[in-house]
């Protein structure tokens, strides 16, 4: 089994920085991608920001500037460092890696169970 443990949410004013965790753990053989996920309130998941193992990188347009996406091959964990967060980034954030586990030939997206970030005004 392979399992995403998200951390790093919680509660902080306009303007303010997070930065969230993501280790994968488990019978990994290897990652492709990480990702970060995000769902608000009555809002469809979207996606934040995705990173290959190789370290390319891709962002919403709407996070651009001011999310940064970073991964750690070794630890196999994936970060999002969130500056000069605005109200509307209120949501629940779900990590998601692309991962071939040690008894299977290919690769299925895995999903974390999410943290919440709430940014207040």
């Known amino acids: 089994q392979v399992q995403l443990v998200e951390s790093g949410g919680g509660l902080v004013q306009a303007g303010g920085s997070l930065r969230l965790s993501c280790a994968a753990s488990?019978?990994?053989?290897?990652?492709?991608?990480m990702s970060w996920y995000r769902q608000g309130p009555g809002k469809q998941r979207e996606l934040v920001a995705g990173?290959?193992?190789?370290?390319?990188?891709n962002y919403a347009d709407s996070v651009k500037g001011r999310f940064t996406i970073s991964i750690d091959t070794a630890k196999n964990t994936v970060y999002l460092q969130m500056n000069s967060l605005k109200l509307e980034n209120t949501a629940v954030y779900y990590c998601?890696?692309?991962?071939?586990?040690?008894?299977?030939?290919?690769?299925?997206?895995?999903w974390g169970r999410g943290t919440q970030v709430a940014v207040s005004s």
């Open positions: 990173i290959t193992s190789g370290g390319s990188t």
């Open positions: 998601n890696a692309n991962v071939r586990r040690t008894d299977r030939r290919f690769y299925s997206d895995m």
């Open positions: 488990g019978s990994i053989f290897s990652i492709n991608a």
